[in-house]
C-alpha cells in the first residue's frame, strides 16, 4: 500500500471513528510507513537525466555509497566520474557511428543491401579505464577538427 492510500485509510478509519463516536486511541505515526531504503544502484539512460541523478545523489549525500551508472558523457558527469560519485557512463562513439551511417546510406544507393539494425558499439567509462586512450577520447573528444 503506497503512502496516499495509507493516508486516506487513516483518514478514513480517524472519520468513521468520530462520526460513530468510537473511542479513538490510535497513533497514525504507527500508521506510517516505513522509511524507504537507500537503493543499491541506479542507471540513468541518457545525459541530462545522469545529470539530475548525479545531482541529486550528492544532494542527499548517497553519490559513491549508491552504485550509479549513466549514459552518455559531460565535462561534469565525467567530474562524477573521476571524483568517484558516478561508477561507470556508457559511451558511444560518434565518429564511429557518422561513418557507419554514411557508408550504409551509399550502400543503399548503389542498390547493395544494407542491414536493417547496425549495432555501432558503446564501452563502459569507469574510474579506472578513464585515463586510457581510447575511452579518454570518447569522454572528452576533440572537437578542434570540427572548428571553421
Do not use: C
Not at 486511541?25 to 522509511?35: E, F, G, L, R
Not at 539530475?52 to 565535462?75: C, H, I, M, N, Y
Not at 551509399?106 to 586510457?132: C, F, W, Y
Amino acid at each position: 500500500m503506497g503512502a496516499p492510500r495509507q493516508t486516506a485509510v487513516i483518514v478514513g478509519v480517524l472519520a468513521i471513528a468520530y462520526m460513530s463516536a468510537w473511542p479513538v486511541d490510535i497513533d497514525p505515526a504507527a500508521w506510517a510507513p516505513p522509511p524507504a531504503p537507500a537503493p543499491e544502484g541506479v542507471f540513468a539512460p541518457n545525459e541530462s537525466s545522469t545529470f539530475g541523478t548525479l545531482r541529486a545523489l550528492q544532494e542527499t549525500r548517497l553519490a559513491g555509497k549508491v552504485v550509479f551508472v549513466g549514459f552518455d558523457s559531460s565535462p561534469k558527469l565525467v567530474q562524477g566520474l573521476r571524483d568517484g560519485d558516478i561508477q561507470g557512463l556508457v559511451i558511444q562513439n560518434p565518429a564511429k557511428m557518422g561513418y557507419l551511417g554514411v557508408k550504409t546510406m551509399a550502400a543503399h544507393l548503389r542498390g547493395q543491401p544494407v542491414e536493417k539494425v547496425i549495432d555501432t558499439g558503446v564501452v563502459l567509462a569507469t574510474r579506472e579505464n578513464m585515463d586510457s586512450p581510447e575511452i579518454r577520447t570518447l569522454l572528452v573528444p576533440d572537437l578542434t577538427v570540427i572548428d571553421d
